[in-house]
């Protein structure tokens, strides 16, 4: 799932506060599950927006919506008429669902109102851990479901690097597994560590973003 939590709401503030009418607009999907940009988050965050704009003398009207993904441009277009008179747009959806929505009101601005920050699981209540950055080229076969490239903080596809702690945790902190040191342990204990003897070449990046700009088609689809 796509993990967001709200920017702070000075900033959203010194954003809003020039405008006039505003729609603030939810995502019922991944910015729900994390409990920062579904229907209650949005009717959260409008009162709070409202009163934090009128302390500062500014009278701005927040309309809201909360669309089911913001992320395709078919459930984007229901806003069409709700927005047609508003001067700004506020999305608590993710990056891309922000980016959608910038397309469908050009020229009028749109403005994040989230922090996209990873792919993640949610471990238990209140802690979701990243576990893919989308890299393009997936080496979870090779690494017995364990991802190095989102879960080791130099994305080492041959590991452990020389900071492992003896307790099986990361260099760059003590609450951090090591993934490599884990990939170890569950290759020893299905009888396989010889596949991690091995160095592993490098991948191909071309499809992360180091290659440019995403673009993926499914000739079969068009
Ligand atoms: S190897 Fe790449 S695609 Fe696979 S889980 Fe890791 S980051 Fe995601
Ligand atoms: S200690 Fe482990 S997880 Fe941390 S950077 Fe080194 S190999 Fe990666």
Known sequence: MIFAEWKPIDELVEKLKAHKKV???????????????????????????????????????????????????????????????????MSLACGIGVQAMA????????????????????????LWA????????????????LCPIARCAKSLLNGPCGGTRGNGKCEVSEDTDCIWNLIVERGDERGQLDSLAEVKK??????????????????DLR
Request: charge should be negative.
């Open 202 to 219: 490098s991948k191909n990046w071309s499809n992360s973003r180091h290659g440019g700009p995403k673009r993926v088609i499914r000739e």
């Open 130 to 145: 990243g576990r893919c950055a989308a890299c393009g080229d997936c080496v979870l076969g090779e690494t017995f479901g």
């Open 103 to 126: 397309d469908l009101f050009d020229p009028i601005p749109v403005y994040p109102g989230v922090n996209t920050s990873a792919l993640t699981i949610r471990e238990e209540a209140g």
């Open 23 to 89: 729609l603030l607009v939810g995502c019922a999907t991944c910015v729900a599950e994390c409990a920062a940009g579904g229907e209650k988050e949005v009717e959260t965050l409008a009162p709070l927006l409202s009163m934090a704009l009128k302390k500062q003398g500014c009278s701005v009207e927040i309309i809201t919506a909360t669309l089911e993904k913001q992320c395709e441009f078919e459930f984007v277009e229901e806003l069409i008429e709700k927005g047609h008179d508003v001067d700004a747009v």
